[in-house]
């Protein structure tokens, strides 16, 4: 076994077993065991586990991602302190400068790949494990924790007369023309969930100081280009692996419309159609960085109810004395 494939290992064991537990559930809930749609809700109960696992993570990039809008406007004073510093000394100087604003405020640029990088040794596993089903079969050997038994169990099976193994570029058996239309359906449906995903995320939930600094126009480019790789790369993919992919794009695209509606950004049009849904309800105002109600604005409304509602006492007036 190669580096790569030793790395790995412990990764499809982990992607195999939960399918496993899935197909064993839905089997002794009377699903067939062979069928393709038994081993379709295992995949997507797969997607579910992993997603939910990733929720704390998520909740991190987004109070991370908050921090790095707040430090929006020191990023640029410290930008235009070093304009026109083209020697190593300032560019040393002001990248520790900057990472010693990264650490003082708890945030990094870096924080927003944290859930796709998590994921991707999954992704990979997964795909390993689903294109290396026939060659297994084949050799009488188990796949991860999948016994051969299993393994000839997937390989048969199919939903709409193509095959999970399957691809669009190598085949794989069942009805050719289905493979085709539903990888291909399945490639778009990938594709435009994560397009309309990054989308939102740039037309609602990004500040004003955001959409005018050179990251966004790097943003612009991944909005089109992480698309475009996936599409291409979606012929290589299993069908089994097409609906992981899509399953976890639909989770995120829904996931970003939860946070966009109630945690937005700092400064975005989705934080100011908030602000005014929660002011016409009478609510108070939430934090920028826990989404919470923000107990400072509290406290000092409070004070300002309680000054404004104290009964002042009558101070009795020195009688002279006689």
Avoid at 10 to 22: A, C, Q, R
Avoid at 106 to 126: E, R, V, Y
Wanted: glycine share 8%.
């Amino acid at each position: 076994m190669d580096f790569f494939g030793t790395i790995m290992a412990p990764f499809k064991w982990l992607v195999s077993i939960i399918m496993i537990g899935f197909h064993d559930g839905l089997s002794a809930i009377g699903m067939p065991a062979a069928n393709g749609w038994t081993w379709t809700l295992s995949i997507i109960g797969l997607v579910l586990v992993i997603r939910a696992a990733l929720i704390p993570v998520f909740v991190k990039q987004i109070k991370a991602q908050r921090g790095m809008q707040l430090l929006q406007p020191d990023l640029k004073k410290l930008q235009d302190k070093y304009k026109g510093k083209t020697d190593q000394l300032s560019r040393q100087a002001m990248a520790q400068e900057q990472m010693a604003m990264y650490k003082k405020h708890g945030t990094n640029p870096f924080s927003a790949c944290l859930p796709m990088l998590i994921q991707m040794p999954f992704f990979f596993a997964l795909f390993q494990v689903l294109s290396g089903i026939t060659a297994a079969r084949q050799t009488g050997v188990g796949i991860g924790a999948m016994s051969h038994e299993q393994v000839v169990q997937f390989d048969e099976s199919s939903i709409f007369g193509a095959p999970l193994s399957a691809s669009l570029l190598h085949g794989g058996g069942g009805d050719q023309v289905v493979v085709w239309v539903l990888s291909i359906v399945m490639i778009l449906a990938m594709t435009a969930s994560q397009f309309i995903t990054q989308k939102q995320i740039m037309a609602k939930n990004m500040s004003e100081e955001a959409m005018a600094s050179p990251f966004m126009r790097q943003q612009k480019m991944m909005l089109y280009i992480l698309p475009l790789v996936f599409g291409v790369g979606g012929i290589n993919f299993p069908i089994g692996v097409l609906i992981y992919w899509t399953t976890t794009n639909l989770w995120t695209m829904g996931q970003q419309f939860f946070v966009i509606r109630r945690m937005p950004t700092p400064g975005s049009p989705a934080a100011k159609a908030l602000a005014e849904r929660r002011a016409a309800k009478g609510l108070p105002a939430l934090s920028v960085l826990t989404g919470k109600r923000d107990e400072a604005v509290d406290a000092a409304g409070s004070s300002a109810v309680e000054i404004k509602g104290q009964r002042v006492q009558p101070q009795r007036k020195n009688r002279k004395k006689k």
